[in-house]
């Protein structure tokens, strides 16, 4: 129920911050419940914005980046006109804009302008997201840097009973190389939440991700 409301709290500052312009969203964990919470949100609180805030602080990690990533990262490379929207195809620039991504891609899609937010306490693979969202130019990352600690591990149980847990592929930024286990993912614009932040109601990190994508729309 507290994170229930604290994510309602962040909805209604973006909502104030924004004047109503753009969405919010905070992802819970990287795994397929959050996921499908995600897919779900995105036509909720997307619906008639012009962008989208992306939350992913306090996220403990999962597997599902990729999953965001094909969400996110759509490119229109065409765009339709359909039947008796126009009756003179010599103006179909004008439906520059128009591509039929619902019924041609296996997820949603998100083509508007986001910026994303993460914190220290942004665990493994929502570190993993927050390098991708920050080297492929999806939108600006705002917060602080994560924890990095980025590493896959498996284990096994032994024959007494115990279990053995052991990393098995490490991570490297592609951009640059960077091992993401020992390097945070760190954001375009770093912003530090001081002890007072909780009590007076406000958001710095979120409200100058607000402003950051409003100037970059």
Known sequence: MLYDEW????RKLTEKYSNGKLGY????????????AFERELMASGYGKEG???DVRFNGG???????????????????IPRDATPDLKNHQEFQSYYPFGERLPLS???????ALCNHTSYSNAEIFSHAFK???????????????????????LMDGSFVRLPF???FVKKDGANMDFTPATPDYIIEHGPKVKASGEDPQLKKAVEVLLEDM
């Open 52 to 54: 989208l805030v992306i």
């Open 7 to 10: 994510v309602e709290e962040r």
């Open 109 to 115: 899609a998100w083509t508007k302008p986001s910026a």
């Open 62 to 80: 999962g597997w599902t980046t990729d999953m965001l990533m094909t969400v996110l990262n759509v490119r229109q490379h065409a765009y339709t």
């Open 169 to 171: 592929r490490g991570w």
């Open 135 to 157: 080297n492929l130019d999806i939108g600006p990352l705002v917060g602080e840097p994560t924890f990095g600690a980025v590493i896959s591990t498996g284990g096994a149980r």
């Open 25 to 36: 969203i905070h992802i819970k964990g990287m795994n397929w419940p959050s996921f499908e």
